[in-house]
């Protein structure tokens, strides 16, 4: 029995120096610090890697994360300018840039970023009304992201986004929104149908436009070609009398064959519808030679 009591020995030293050395060695991860009190006073704060703490003078007073944090905070009461309560939560989007002001420069961090966002989100709203809060997103976003970021500085914390994630009216105001939705959607549907039904008709008039444009150019082309034919058949018969005019010509016609066809032409004039016939003078003294011959024939007799 006395032979284990070395090994009992040994085996408790070796113990309380592996607790010893795992009390004293610290690694610290990736995106992490470790803020460090000696004696109670503020000492160093330790960032990526192996580290050695000092037994019963060194102490980790805080373990932080270096990454972006994000905080959904609880709906928070609100009242417009046009006095409408309304109920808004925020999203905070936050990082800390220094262990040790974010360890000291604060007591509880978080609440105190939850009650900033609160107390700042009720300043903007308060000077902005119904519609302008439900249409300004952006701008309350903005605002409120450079007061916080401000704010926060010297607790250490870097305010990155700010996010309104919800806007909760009144009962009463949501509906009366959704009839005013209801009504704009109405009078959307109505200009839509009223410029569909006129465009149809413009459609309809321009296509009774051109149809009518092309029967009249099909009709005039029409009339065109017809009196196109019409001319050239006048100028066929014109050509074949001209020909037989100057066929006449060259055979140097007598002046008894020329009597004859003037006696032809007078006798188609007669009988045509005309009610008066003038007369040449050469015909009137052809019918006084056959009068006076005649007279005298009698006499003979």
């Not at 001209?242 to 007598?254: C, T, Y």
């Amino acid at each position: 029995m006395e032979s284990f009591i070395p090994i009992i020995i040994f085996l408790v030293i070796f113990l309380m120096v592996a607790l010893l050395l795992g009390y004293m060695i610290r690694i610290v991860p990736q995106a992490e610090a470790y803020v460090i009190e000696r004696l109670g006073a503020y000492n160093a704060t330790w960032t990526t890697g192996v580290h050695f703490l000092v037994p019963f003078v060194d102490r980790v007073s805080n373990k932080i994360t270096l990454k972006e944090i994000v905080k959904d905070f609880d709906p928070q009461p609100v009242i417009t300018k046009d006095n409408v309560t309304m109920q808004i939560d925020t999203v905070v989007y936050f990082q800390i840039t220094d262990p040790k002001l974010y360890t000291y420069g604060v007591v509880g961090p978080i609440t105190a970023i939850e009650n900033l966002t609160a107390t700042t989100l009720r300043n903007i709203i308060g000077d902005l009304e119904l519609d302008e809060t439900l249409t300004s997103r952006d701008i309350i976003n903005t605002q409120m992201r450079s007061i916080l970021d401000e704010a926060t500085d010297p607790w250490g914390i870097k305010v990155n986004r700010v996010e309104l994630k919800n806007i909760i009216p009144p009962k009463d105001i949501q509906e009366a929104m959704e009839k005013q939705m209801r009504a704009e959607r109405e009078r959307r549907e109505a200009i839509l149908k009223a410029e569909g039904e006129k465009k149809s008709a413009i459609l309809v008039a321009e296509g009774e436009k051109e149809s009518t444009v092309l029967r009249a150019e099909a009709k005039k082309a029409a009339m065109i070609a017809e009196a196109e034919g019409k001319a050239e058949a006048l100028a066929k018969v014109y050509e074949a009398e001209a020909r037989g005019i100057q066929m006449i010509n060259e055979s140097n016609p007598s002046k008894e064959y020329l009597s004859l066809k003037s006696l032809e032409t007078y006798e188609k004039m007669a009988s045509g519808q005309a009610t008066k016939i003038i007369v040449p003078s050469e015909l009137q003294n052809i019918a006084t030679l056959l009068t006076t011959a005649k007279e005298m024939t009698g006499k003979d007799k």
